[in-house]
């Protein structure tokens, strides 16, 4: 069931659509269209992505793991701020262009090696520490972030998530990110609100 997601799982999932969207970009070679709406879509998913880790999973590793949790985390944050960057630098470009394609390669290829190294040492050391419970409750408040940004940007989107563009959400501040954070509903209060 899916409410049953360790944290591992929902990490990995997301890695997973990354490397998906990125596959989409690809193949839509030729359609400049079809390659600006992929080339959207992962950017807003390695946002969204990198927020949550940030949010969540960074300071449970600093919190459980002490000083091997605090290298792991200072060396994430580094490869989130290279990529962050470049972002930023990816929006300005025109999605098909030799340039984009390009960059966005550049910004894969680091992932790829982020989230290998994610998922081969950062969560098989974390997950024992957190217990299947305690990874359950992270894996739901992991998930929960991304209710920050919406899948794409669009201005005129009826609910408003707090930030609406990809700069917005990469420039705030952490410590603003959290305090929207825990502005959210629970998933007990929404659950109870759905026998209302």
Not at 9 to 24: F, P, S, V
Not at 39 to 68: C, D, F, N, S
Not at 137 to 163: E, L, Y
């Amino acid at each position: 069931m899916a409410t049953h997601k360790t944290l591992t799982d929902a990490i990995k999932e997301d890695h997973q659509e990354m490397y998906e969207y990125y596959d989409e970009y690809t193949r839509a070679s030729g359609n400049k269209d079809a390659q600006e709406r992929w080339a959207r879509q992962l950017t807003w998913e390695i946002a969204r992505h990198a927020v949550g880790e940030e949010i969540i999973v960074y300071p449970l590793m600093e919190q459980h793991l002490g000083k091997k949790g605090a290298e792991l985390t200072n060396q994430d944050r580094d490869d989130h701020q290279y990529v962050k960057e470049r972002l930023y630098r990816l929006e300005s470009l025109t999605a098909g262009s030799a340039e984009h394609s390009s960059l966005l390669k550049d910004i894969m290829d680091h992932l790829h090696k982020h989230n290998d190294s994610e998922e081969k040492e950062d969560l098989p050391l974390l997950e024992p520490a957190l217990g299947k419970e305690g990874s359950v409750a992270a894996s739901k408040s992991f998930s929960r972030t991304k209710q920050f940004v919406p899948t794409r940007a669009h201005p005129s989107a009826p609910n408003k998530p707090p930030f609406e563009t990809l700069a917005g959400l990469m420039a705030a501040p952490l410590d603003k990110l959290k305090d929207a954070f825990a502005k959210f509903p629970t998933d007990e209060m929404k659950e109870e609100a759905s026998h209302h």
